[in-house]
């Protein structure tokens, strides 16, 4: 053993050089996108959101929102700024108490920079004070703001955050939520989870407020605010049901309460496929909306009265039911994973058409497949990554059911089932991509799949034979595939969950 003799003033040269680079130079800015390839602004690095406390004031009369947002996040890297995604008027952000310096850039980013740097895995409190008229702003050209008669309705995949709160908006970021809001007399605030209590912060207006105990990400928060009757209730399993329905649904108000008030018997149904329900409520909602879609935002779906034109519609609920685990609990970990929530919200609808004898899931199959020729634009969305464009086309959502009945011909009832109902376990409260469930799904299955998947749901082109076929090649003198149409198609490819941004092209995108 020896010891080397270091000089005073080398001892100290040394530690100044260790001490700059660690406390100043290596904090940088967060990424303005959380890494998306099919929507590159969305979200945002630096950072990981566990909470948010939205205490608002609506006023229904001019559309006006004015609140305070508070975050509770952890850094994920020194940070010396960071974005949230947000539309309206900031008036101060503090982080962690300080106040913090902010601007805006791009299309929906709040940039913000604390008074110091932030250290990785530091705990962060960030408050931003806003207010603003959601109705009069715009990104890309279009709005997620539904403004009603009688108030406005915060509702669009896959965002919607924007013009009501400032978050990091992306399924990746998923966090519990309290949602507080004071409306005038005559209105209430409806929104996700439970209604903890309401309370008369002044004459003429109350506070409802909302929890969400849950994680859940940020496209499906949800605020209504307009003329609402409550109806609750509670599943045979237990969870308490909360349904709300514009008092302003003209001849669509029967229909849509024979549907919705159906909620809890449904849900138990599913938890038969899907195993226990994953959250602590239930119910839905039926604004005044003129849009033509449904959505599952979480615990409560959305459901626009057009879904309820043509008399009752309990696949439009199963479908949004179906999200629940498919979706909602288990999120996509990019959008390019929509696989996993319309594939699958898709063949839930199949499944009640079997049990209410109005067509098997066999039949629907037979008949997707049948109805679209080789040469049909359908055959060239390929569900496993449809691309932005194609996101909710209803390819995403036919398609993507015929590629679940391929996989049930390919691994028999047994293993089907159990995949079905194991894997929301398995990702609960989490993130997962299509390659993921392959692999969930070869576990189960005991046999490699990669050829099926990428048969079903990466080809730009019709399949060689459809399942049944492939079935009916196995089994003698099974009879040829019907093309009859099932009673329950027609309210099938009428409910589709249309979502209606389109980035300015203008468009719905069918399913
Ligand atoms: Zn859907």
Do not use: C
């Amino acid at each position: 053993m020896h010891r080397r003799i270091i000089a005073p003033g080398a001892l100290a040269a040394a530690s100044l050089l260790l001490a700059i680079p660690a406390s100043a130079a290596s904090f940088s800015p967060g990424a303005p996108g959380i890494g998306d390839p099919y929507y590159p602004a969305y979200g945002n690095g630096g950072y990981d959101v566990s909470h948010y406390d939205l205490r608002l004031t609506y006023q229904p009369a001019t559309d006006r929102l004015e609140g305070t947002a508070t975050l509770l996040a952890r850094t994920t890297q020194d940070l010396s700024r960071f974005d949230l995604d947000f539309l309206l008027d900031v008036g101060e952000v503090r982080v962690n108490g300080a106040k913090a310096a902010f601007t805006t850039s791009g299309e929906h980013e709040l940039q913000i920079t604390p008074r110091t740097p932030l250290d990785k895995g530091a705990s962060l409190t960030v408050v931003v004070r806003y207010s603003g008229v959601p109705s009069s702003k715009q990104a890309y050209g279009f709005t997620s703001w539904h403004r009603t008669a009688d108030g406005g309705v915060a509702a669009n995949e896959p965002e919607a955050a924007w013009w009501w709160f400032p978050g990091n908006d992306h399924p990746l970021d998923k966090a519990t939520f309290d949602v507080s809001v004071q409306v005038p007399d005559g209105t209430r605030a409806v929104s996700n989870g439970t209604l903890r209590s309401t309370t008369r912060p002044r004459p003429g207006w109350t506070r409802y407020n909302w929890r969400s105990a849950k994680p859940q990400a940020t496209y499906l928060a949800t605020l209504a605010v307009g003329r609402f009757d409550l109806t609750t209730g509670t599943s045979d399993s237990g969870i308490p049901v909360v349904n709300a329905y514009s008092q302003d649904l003209g001849d669509n108000a029967g229909a849509a309460r024979a549907s919705v008030e159906r909620t809890g018997e449904i849900a138990d149904w599913l938890s038969g496929y899907f195993g226990p329900y994953p959250f602590d409520a239930l119910g839905g909602y039926v604004p005044n909306t003129d849009t033509g879609y449904a959505l599952e935002t979480q615990t409560r779906p959305y459901y626009s009265p057009r879904q309820f034109a043509n008399g009752s519609n309990v696949s439009v609920v199963v479908h949004e039911l179906a999200h629940q685990w498919y979706g909602d609990s288990v999120s996509v970990a990019g959008w390019k994973d929509i696989w996993i929530n319309e594939g699958f919200a898709r063949y839930a609808q199949w499944l009640w058409s079997e049990h209410e004898g109005e067509g098997t899931a066999r039949e629907l199959a037979d008949y997707v497949y049948a109805s679209h020729p080789a040469d049909d634009a359908f055959w060239t969305v390929r569900p496993g990554d449809p691309g932005p464009e194609n996101q909710f086309d209803t390819a995403v959502y036919d398609r993507g059911a015929l590629a679940i009945q391929a996989l049930r011909d390919a691994i028999g009832d047994q293993a089907f089932f159990a995949v079905l109902k194991g894997w929301p376990r398995e990702h609960a409260y989490g993130n997962a991509t299509v390659a993921d469930f392959q692999k969930y799904a070869e576990r189960v299955a005991g046999k490699p799949l990669a050829a099926l998947f990428d048969t079903w749901l990466f080809q730009p082109s019709k399949p060689a034979a459809s399942a049944s076929a492939a079935r009916a090649a196995s089994v003698a003198e099974a009879p040829a595939a019907p093309t009859v149409r099932p009673k329950s198609w027609q309210k099938i490819a009428a409910t589709n969950d249309v979502h209606g941004h389109g980035h300015g092209h203008g468009h719905e995108h069918a399913g």
